[in-house]
């Protein structure tokens, strides 16, 4: 059947399972959201305060849902706005479909009107990326899309549409939803993409290896890294870890890839890694890491990074072997498929004297609690007793994170939503819409410090049109706190650009969106304004109160030794 190339969109969209959409529209891009009006019964359309916001939303939507999310954006800026969320959703291997529309075949290099050359602008930071000028080339590159970004090493994948393309008419032939066998034509586009379709069968040479190495370790140590979250692999990671008798590291990407409860995880690893878990890599004998590329943040000094261990690499892409840590052994394959075989060949272990070494050191940073002020170790412990069991965390990047990341327990993919690899201050907030879209009957946390905050605060606006009931619990030191603990630390306490100086009245904010808040400065006052949050529900602002110079801990210093800690506590 013959129909118009925005239609084919929208089609190929409900091929997909699409339910949601993100974004903001503009000149350019009017063909398809004419389109989507006519769709509007099938396809939710949350048009966000930015498009930053709309494409962190698309995010917090894929990872909390392991779907893939989609994003609307029109051309020149509406497109660019795009760029930080695509560099995040690609340096987390987060799924997302960017959809653009640009101008005019006719008017393509004359500099016209919000033009932008935006597939050159995001190639570093895609799996692949399309420009479609005709509407008969929309149905296969549109499917083609989904399927790499879904399969796989996940990540983005940004479609550039010309305008023309969207009012042409074109012969449309529905097709199932499926990673499609792709030839011809695909089979040639499918080249241009910088993972596989398909995740690699684990040689089972390898596996047995792995199997050998484990049982002749004394001391051996887990890493659980976002490979296992993004994999959906954490009931086979934690039956392992059982099986082996093994502690078990989280990285800030593994979050919920480990049940934090469990009594085998030892806490975050690496620059503000617990004692527990740094010294267990310095200590033991055989490390494991899962789905973990081994960052800067994780292994700050690679040539004293486990230097007693035999360490094992097992991740889906076979380019991040060996980039930043030398291994002795390594598994390229999906992390529940290698876990999978690895537990049908594992018979169960005991570590008994290792694990008592380990954990003789704190998991844990304790803070002096005081009932006169508010500290973060109080805040995250009152979120733990309060909250659900099933709450999503969505926060952005500071002190407030590795404060969430270090004191929160989360069990299950998708629970924490953070901006690990690009860092990028403002994620949280839209991260939270995208989660609470799609999970309307889970309390929704937005942990963000009140740097972080002012980047992408306008997306209240879009937490109050669509009366989601978002908790945004603010760490208030006004300051840069991050930055302003290296520069404490390192910088001679030039205290320069850090400092937010006037004081702005949250709460105050959140009224002028129609939204509640309260100001706390203890731990009684915070777990009486968080029940209230909870019950009220709309969107909710807590603005807690904290000391200017609290700080996280431990800390590590770049290129240091991971046990040579900074500061303690």
């Keep these: 059947m013959k129909m118009t190339g925005a239609k084919i969109v929208m089609e190929c969209l409900l091929e997909q399972q699409v ?30 305060a930015h498009e930053q916001g709309a494409s962190h939303a698309a995010d917090g939507y894929a990872r909390s849902t392991g779907k893939v999310g989609v994003c609307f954006a029109t051309s020149g800026p509406g497109a660019t706005n795009l760029v930080t969320g695509i560099a995040t959703a690609y340096m987390d291997s987060s799924p997302v479909v960017f959809i653009t529309c640009n101008v005019g075949k006719g008017l393509i290099g004359k500099d016209a009107f919000q033009e932008v050359d935006i597939t050159g602008i995001t190639m570093p930071i895609t799996k692949t990326n399309y420009i479609v000028k005709r509407a008969e080339d929309l149905a296969d590159v549109i499917r083609e899309a989904f399927a790499i ?53 684990p040689e089972l040479a390898d596996i047995e290896k792995l199997v050998d190495m484990i049982e002749y370790s004394e001391k051996p140590l887990l890493i659980c890294g976002g490979g296992v979250v993004r994999s959906q692999a954490h009931m086979e990671f934690e039956e392992f870890a059982n099986r082996i ?77 060996n980039k930043n840590v030398v291994t002795d052994h390594h598994i390229i394959g999906d992390a529940r498929r290698v876990l999978d075989m690895l537990n049908e060949r594992i018979t169960p272990k005991s570590h008994r004297e290792w694990k008592e070494y380990v954990f003789s050191f704190p998991t844990q940073t304790d803070y002096v609690l005081a009932s006169e002020t508010l500290n ?3 805040i995250t412990d009152s979120i733990d007793r309060l909250c659900p069991r099933d709450v999503i ?27 690990g690899g690009f860092g990028a201050m403002g994620f949280g907030l839209g991260a939270a819409i995208g989660a609470k879209v799609s999970h309307p009957d ?88 968080l029940k209230e949050a909870m ?25 240091a030794p991971i046990t040579k800690f900074l500061i303690l506590d």
């Design 245 to 321: 008798d093994s502690p078990v590291a989280v990285t800030v990407m593994g979050g919920g890839g480990f049940h934090g409860r469990n009594a085998l995880t030892t806490g975050m690893i690496g620059m503000h890694g617990s004692q527990a878990s740094n010294m267990a890599v310095d200590n033991c004998d055989l490390l494991i890491a899962f789905g973990c590329r081994f960052s800067d943040r994780v292994a700050l000094d690679p040539t004293s990074f486990a230097k007693q261990a035999k360490i094992v690499q097992v991740d889906i892409d076979r380019s991040e072997i």
């Design 442 to 529: 889970k309390i929704v946390l937005h942990m963000t410090g009140d740097g972080s905050f002012r980047m992408n605060l306008n997306e209240l606006h879009t937490v109050a049109t669509y009366n989601l009931p978002i908790i945004t619990i603010l760490f208030d030191n006004h300051t840069l706190g991050m930055v302003r603990q290296w520069q404490t630390l390192i910088y001679d306490q030039h205290y320069m650009a850090t400092d937010i100086g006037a004081e702005v009245d949250y709460i105050k904010l959140a009224e002028a969106y129609g939204l509640s808040g309260r100001r706390v400065t203890n731990q009684a006052d915070f777990e009486e304004a």
């Design 19 to 48: 339910d949601t959409v993100f974004g903001y529209p503009g000149g350019t891009i009017l063909n398809l959201y004419d389109e989507l009006y006519n769709y509007s019964d099938k396809i939710r359309h949350i048009r966000t």
């Design 535 to 559: 019950a009220c529900g709309r969107g909710y602002i807590i603005d807690c109160v904290l000391d200017i110079d609290e700080k996280v801990k431990p800390m590590v210093n770049n290129g």
């Design 149 to 201: 970004a879904r399969s796989g090493r996940p990540g983005p994948v940004l479609i550039d549409i010309l305008k023309n393309a969207t009012a042409e008419e074109a012969e449309y032939v529905p097709m199932k939803r499926s990673y499609h066998h792709l030839e011809g034509r695909l089979g040639a586009l499918i080249s241009r993409a910088s993972h596989n379709m398909k995740a690699p069968e």
């Design 393 to 419: 965390v969505a926060t952005d990047v500071g002190q407030h994170q590795m404060w969430t990341i270090q004191h929160l327990h989360y069990s299950y993919p998708g629970q924490l939503l953070t901006s």
């Design 376 to 378: 973060p170790r109080q």
